[in-house]
């Protein structure tokens, strides 16, 4: 394939975008998946609104303007990223304002020990504010307010009961008018720092902290928000911020060289920046998949293997360079070691109720992990549970569940013969009678319209071939015009697009040990298939470029 390939660029958001001048791969693409122009402005108009009780939040927040504020995040990535908004943007504001970092033993829920835990460590705390947790934590509130303390809540999960707390800010709150529900606590988080600033502070504050899109990019990816509206503008904005740094090393001079920005505010920028240069992150490399597959794993690592979660919040908090390096290393080894771990327990699962409960003794955060991993293999709703004997009430389990979206776990078997699911619909803690589980899921089928036909497909020629394989100049236009509507991800899928191998294939065997097949033809972009042993008649593809020493070339990678 030709090096470096000029092509126009294909912008379906341009005022003269043409389906008429598109190739026939292309305008293929487009009417099968409904990727018309004005399905894409739509799609990408945020709705702008403000969520319910707002006004009344920050009034109250306000009113403990010189008080002593707590921030007590959830412990995954959107905890880490919204707990990061809400202390960078308060300190920002002007507030006095600490963070405790989370104890996932404690779950998800904020507790009595977490309100103790926030008293030792700092005891002139009036004030409570929690993000991305809270908002049926009644027994947490409660004991928190007894102790003379007040409590603030944002968080984004479905509210199931009366919540006594002083303030409340949430999509998913009972009754909300807000039109995007699935947005997540970092975005709840800077809704809110938004809120209270366009109120109490100037332009210049505004501007600044409006960079805190940032974080709510990356925590809307980590926790598999629908990318439609509001959260395809903050995570184009995210994406947009993260290439600057990556391109600009002296992108952040202009808040060093103001003595109005707070120290804590820039230390979170200057913490991010170090992490890509850490972790050598190009240009090419920047998109929604490095959020989702790189830093939400390497964040959320710590929690699986057993460590403390003091690293994850040290690389945007700590104001030394030395001791944020230390904790990206650690944050990185914590990582390769969670992934040694998966590979070791899925081996040792006890597979009686398969392919839908797993019983296993592994670590309870490698659960999810776990389940994930199985559900993906087989497609259908799977838990993976530790399992403990009750008197009363027999096997019980807890545990942890991954499910497609055919199969919304909480509307299907939260309160179903005393099964509690804690969580989102396709991701969440379970609780329960063995039994009632497993019933429950017991012949549970991936539903016949639900596997999508491929959009594209792309071989030799031949009638039911929709592009060549050697079509250079259609595959790039298909590629640029994806890039352009880019960012993918949940109710915004990268369409499907399937490659044929016609049987006189070029393959080799590439990687340190061999694991990975590379097939091409002469002329034609070469396919990667990534830990594949045999070789198929066909894969599932995605098109990007790759860019080396200068040169960008076309490539389709596999996927699942």
Known sequence: ??????????????????????????????????????????????????????????????????????????????????????????????FQVELSVPDYESGHDF????????????????????????????????????????????DHHDQEIDCPADAIIDPCCRNSSYPLPGICGAAV??????????????????????????????????????????????????????RELIARPTALNSLRGDASVNRAFLTAFEGYAQLLEELEVSLAQC??????????????????????????????????????????????????????LVDEYIDTLVDTYAPYVYITDAPRGMLGLLAGKLMHA??????????????????????????????????????????KVVGHQGAGGVTGPLDALVDALHGVRVPSDFEEEPALLIG??????????????????ITQFLDCVAPFGKNFDYPIMEIIFPADTEISRIGKEQQHLKLQMPGCPPVLLWNTEDVPISARVRLNYNEFRGQKTLQMIGVN
């Open 1 to 94: 394939m030709p090096e470096n390939v000029e092509i126009a660029l294909i912008n379906p958001f341009a005022p003269n975008f043409s389906l008429d001048t598109c190739s026939a791969g292309l305008r293929t693409l487009i009417e099968r998946t409904g990727l018309s122009p004005d399905f894409l402005r739509e799609i990408n108009t945020p709705y702008g609104e403000q969520l319910d009780g707002m006004d009344a939040f920050i009034e109250k927040l306000h009113s403990y303007r010189d008080a002593r504020l707590a921030i007590y995040p959830d412990f995954d990535m959107d905890g880490i990223t919204s707990g990061t908004i809400l202390y960078a943007g308060l300190k920002q504001l002007g």
């Open 111 to 154: 507790c009595r020990d977490d309100v103790d835990d926030i008293m030792r460590r700092f005891p002139d705390t009036t004030v409570i504010l929690t993000c991305d947790s809270g908002v049926n934590s009644a027994d947490g509130i409660r004991y928190a307010q007894s102790l003379g303390l007040a409590v603030l809540i944002t």
């Open 189 to 242: 988080a800077f809704l809110m720092i938004s809120a209270y600033a366009r109120r109490f502070a100037n332009a210049e504050q505004r501007k600044y902290l409006n960079l805190l899109q940032l974080f709510v990019g990356i925590g809307t990816v980590s926790d598999v928000m629908p990318l439609v509206h509001d959260n395809r503008a903050l995570v184009r904005k995210s994406l947009s911020l993260t």
């Open 460 to 477: 030799d020629d031949g009638p039911d071939i929709d592009v060549a394989w050697w079509d250079t100049t259609a595959l790039n236009e």
């Open 287 to 340: 998109n929604e998949g490095f959020y989702g597959f790189t830093l939400a794993p390497m964040f959320n690592a710590p929690r699986r293997v057993g460590s403390s979660m003091s690293d994850a919040f040290c690389v945007f908090m700590s104001d030394d360079r030395a001791e944020r390096r230390a904790a990206i290393v650690r944050l990185i080894a914590a990582n390769a070691k969670r992934k040694k």
């Open 378 to 419: 087989s497609g259908l709703p799977t838990a993976v549970v530790h399992v403990a004997y009750d008197r009363t009430h027999g096997k019980q389990v807890e545990g942890s569940m991954r499910s497609p979206d055919f199969y919304p776990i909480i509307d299907m078997l939260n309160d179903r013969d005393g099964l």
